[in-house]
C-alpha cells in the first residue's frame, strides 16, 4: 500500500504528540514549499534522502498510446527523483532480506517415494534384460507404462523430479488423469543413461 498524506500526518502526530491540525500545517507547509521551490525552476536536496531535480525536454516525436499516430510533443519541464546513496542501501538491504525470507518459505519437503512393488520391478528388470541381448521389445512392452514413483526410485531421485522432467520435454510421458506414466522403452533409456547396474 502506497504512503500517502494522511499517514505522514498521524505519523508525526503519534511521534511528536502534537495537535492532529499541527501535525496536517506541517505537512502542508512542508509540500508548499517543496512545490513552489520545483515550479521556480530549482532542484529540490534532502540529504540521507534524495534530490528532486527539474529538467527542461525539448520538442520531440512522440506516440498517441490510442490511436497509435505520430505527434509532436511541445517543449516541457520534467521533475526527476535520485535517492541518497544511504537510503539506496538501505532499500537493497531490506529487499534482499525480503527476498531470503521467501526463499526459505517456498522450500517445500521432498515427498518421499512410495515403495515398489517386487513383482512389478521383476518385470522391468526382465524385459531390460531382453532387451540388452537385443531381443525386439514385444508389443506388449511398448505399451507398458510406470508410475513417476516407481522410475524415481530406480533412478534415485524424487518422483517430483522426474514429472518436472516430463513437463519440461526431458523425457516422455503420458498423461493419465492428473498424473503421469513413463513408457517402458523410455525407462530403459533412462536406467542407460543414469548407469544403473542391473541384478544378473
Not at 78 to 87: P, Y
Not at 151 to 156: K, N, P, S, T, Y
Amino acid at each position: 500500500m502506497a504512503l500517502n498524506k494522511a499517514h505522514i500526518v498521524n505519523s508525526i502526530f503519534n511521534r511528536l504528540d502534537i495537535p492532529k491540525h499541527r501535525s496536517s500545517e506541517v505537512v502542508e507547509s512542508l509540500l508548499k514549499i517543496i512545490k513552489r521551490t520545483l515550479a521556480n525552476g530549482e532542484d529540490v536536496l534532502i540529504t540521507g534522502f534524495g534530490k528532486f531535480c527539474v529538467k527542461d525536454k525539448g520538442k520531440r516525436r512522440g506516440r498517441n498510446p490510442q490511436t497509435g499516430e505520430d505527434i509532436m510533443m511541445r517543449p516541457r519541464r520534467v521533475v526527476t527523483f535520485r535517492c541518497s546513496g544511504i537510503l539506496r542501501e538501505k532499500i537493497n538491504r531490506k529487499a534482499a532480506a525480503k527476498v531470503r525470507t521467501q526463499k526459505k518459505a517456498r522450500v517445500k519437503k521432498p515427498v518421499a517415494c512410495k515403495p515398489v512393488s517386487l513383482t512389478t520391478t521383476a518385470a522391468v528388470l526382465k524385459i531390460i534384460k531382453s532387451h540388452k541381448r537385443g531381443i525386439d521389445a514385444p508389443t506388449l512392452m511398448k505399451k507398458k507404462l510406470f508410475s513417476t514413483p516407481e522410475v524415481a526410485e530406480w533412478l534415485g531421485v524424487f518422483h517430483t523430479t522426474v514429472r518436472r522432467w516430463i513437463e519440461r520435454g526431458k523425457i516422455k510421458g503420458v498423461r493419465v488423469g492428473r498424473n503421469y506414466k513413463v513408457p517402458v522403452v523410455e525407462v530403459i533409456r533412462l536406467l542407460e543413461e543414469h548407469g544403473v547396474r542391473l541384478p544378473k
